[in-house]
């Protein structure tokens, strides 16, 4: 797995001790319970963060959690359907 650009393990970080959205920490602890290590599944969820920052920029479209979520909640293969 490619390694995501360091910002965006820092959004996931900040999101974790935050909870906001709790969607998040679920998603780590779902993650971890399947298998993944901690680091890889904070490393899946920072490609989540990156495709929605992305699809913010590049559709300049405001932010929408309930694709933010929706992607979460399809980890580890999220990418898989497109």
């Known amino acids: 797995m490619t390694q995501p650009n360091p910002a965006m393990l820092?959004?996931?970080e900040n999101q974790l001790r935050d909870n906001t959205p709790p969607e998040t920490k679920q998603t780590l602890q779902r993650l971890i319970?399947?298998?993944?290590?901690e680091e890889e599944a904070k490393?899946?969820?920072a490609t989540v963060v990156a495709s929605e920052i992305?699809?913010?920029?590049?559709q300049q479209r405001p932010y929408d959690q309930a694709r933010y979520i929706?992607?979460?909640q399809r980890l580890p293969k999220v990418f898989d359907e497109k």
């Open 10 to 12: 820092e959004v996931v």
């Open 33 to 37: 319970k399947e298998g993944h290590s």
């Open 43 to 45: 490393r899946l969820i």
């Open 54 to 58: 992305f699809e913010v920029l590049k």
């Open 70 to 72: 929706a992607a979460l």
